[in-house]
């Protein structure tokens, strides 16, 4: 993948999450902390159903795609036994939408049932439309999908407050609707040649067994994390209130900046190191990325704890925990990329199942955390529980891998990551009390990281330059 491809991939997280910094102020201020607890368990009832409803098949399309001759027939091999069981599932809980919706948000609301098992169907299809562009390594379009609907989530919710709808929970998930539509549609405009191709094409039932056998086990393995994921939002909805799971959605929010890296990289990560397997590229150049990547999480939890401050003077003052609770919150995404680059054996030699073993020793750590912390703590409890659970889910990945594929060094992987989370940890427990500001301690650090990472980023700087230095030249020819 080219570096002008990189950069296309890079910027719909990045200017996702511009728009992200600039929405989630708005929507708090709009919006009470009981109705964005609510839109929290709508996105996580909504990424349950879409890691159940794929079946796994999504990861086979991305597995599968450089070795398939007619990659249209992958495509509906695919998505088409998970379009059958989204519309088997929907006939038979529509009997049960009042009390799906009472259960989920608290309301009696039927038509609070009709807008989730709308945004379940429209994301279940974007999530494969989605896979088209990356896999194709559009990055540009790919990003442009990602853009969209969070600038007119925005604009939404400006029209709200300018024309004064009424600010209820209602009213915010038909702007949530809206927006997911707006990328499906775009979706589909980008992919329409493959999709042609696609309904137009055979299917064998042996290719869809064949698929299965790959996907079957991640959907365990998918539920999983979607449990390890989830957890803290289940808990503080029933252990809880939806104003300290309105605390948690914002600060989850917050911490998608660091959902920039996670983006970028796993969108990239997965095409290229499949592609490096099938030319039988050496593996000691993913040993070497993993250095990088850790670097970078390193890196990004020290500017976290050198700015989240910043957060107490955009978001109105219930929210004023927020800036310690992002320090945890950030441990999600950053600790899931570096084990993108760390379990990536088990995907080479096929052993899915392991994945599923590793995510549930991860799921029950966070689910016994959150059950002794949330009631006494709420959303502290709850990102404490999560940050510490996704140091579980790393580890136990990373030595998963080393297992079935090959042993490599893990030692500094260790020490790094269990020192950002424990630092983390003591900075939210014990921040709002400490005898000196936290930033200062993160100050500290910063040397120490540096040194500690100078030969990567010596690397880095040189890949960059010399990156820069034949764009030059290429301009000046073509000049």
């Not at 990861?59 to 509906?76: C, F, I, N, P, T």
């Not at 299965?212 to 086990?217: D, T, W």
């Not at 957060?311 to 609770?325: R, T």
Request: hydrophobic share 55%; glycine share 6%.
């Amino acid at each position: 993948m080219t570096l002008n491809k990189i950069i296309g991939f890079a910027l719909g997280p990045i200017a996702g999450a511009a728009f992200g910094l600039i929405t989630v102020p708005v929507v708090a201020w709009a919006f009470s902390a009981d109705d964005l607890g609510r839109l929290n368990i709508l996105q996580v009832t909504q990424s349950f159903c879409l890691l159940f409803l794929v079946l796994g098949l999504d990861q086979a399309y991305v597995r599968e795609y450089h070795e398939s001759k007619d990659r249209a027939s992958l495509l509906k091999a695919c998505f088409a036994p998970g379009f059958v069981l989204l519309v088997i599932s929907s006939i038979l809980i529509i009997g049960f939408k009042t009390e799906v919706a009472l259960w989920l948000f608290g309301m009696a609301n039927p038509t609070l049932f009709w807008l989730t098992l709308a945004s379940v169907m429209v994301s279940f299809s974007s999530r494969f439309l989605s896979l088209i562009l990356r896999m194709q390594e559009r990055g540009l379009a790919f990003s442009l999908s990602q853009i969209i609907p969070k600038a007119l989530l925005l604009v939404l919710i400006g029209v709200i407050v300018w024309i004064d709808l009424p600010r209820n929970f209602s009213t915010l998930v038909w702007a949530f609707l809206a927006s997911l539509i707006s990328v499906a549609v775009v979706y589909i405009w980008n992919t329409r040649s493959l999709l042609r191709a696609a309904l137009k094409s055979n299917i064998e039932r042996e290719r869809i067994y064949y698929l299965l056998r790959f996907g079957a086990p991640l959907i365990f393995s998918g539920l999983a994390y979607w449990g390890l994921s989830a957890t803290s939002s289940v808990a503080l909805r029933s252990l809880s209130t939806f104003s300290e799971l309105g605390v948690y959605a914002v600060t989850v929010s917050i911490a998608g900046v660091a959902a920039i890296f996670q983006s970028i990289f796993t969108v990239v990560w997965a095409p290229i190191v499949y592609k490096w397997v099938a030319e039988g590229v050496d593996p000691g150049r993913i040993d070497k990325v993993g250095r990088h990547v850790l670097g970078a999480v390193c890196a990004i939890f020290l500017a976290c704890g050198l700015f989240s401050w910043m957060a107490e003077y955009f978001l109105p003052p219930q929210y004023s925990a927020v800036k310690y609770l992002v320090l945890c919150a950030i441990a999600q995404p950053l600790l899931y990329t570096l084990s993108e680059v760390t379990c990536v054996g088990i995907g080479i030699s096929r052993r899915t199942m392991l994945t599923v073993w590793v995510t549930l020793l991860a799921l029950c750590a966070n689910v016994l955390l959150c059950w002794w912390l949330v009631p006494l703590y709420g959303a502290t409890g709850a990102v404490i529980s999560n940050a510490v659970a996704y140091l579980v889910f790393f580890v136990a990945r990373t030595e998963a891998s080393a297992y079935v594929w090959r042993p490599f060094p893990r030692v500094r992987l260790y020490v790094f990551t269990t020192g950002a989370v424990a630092l983390a940890v003591f900075t939210v427990a014990l921040g709002p009390s400490a005898p000196i500001h936290y930033s200062i301690v993160w100050l500290a650090l910063t040397p120490l990281i540096a040194w500690s990472f100078r030969a990567e980023l010596k690397e880095m700087l040189t890949t960059g330059r010399v990156a820069w230095e034949r764009r030059t030249q290429k301009a000046g020819r073509a000049i």
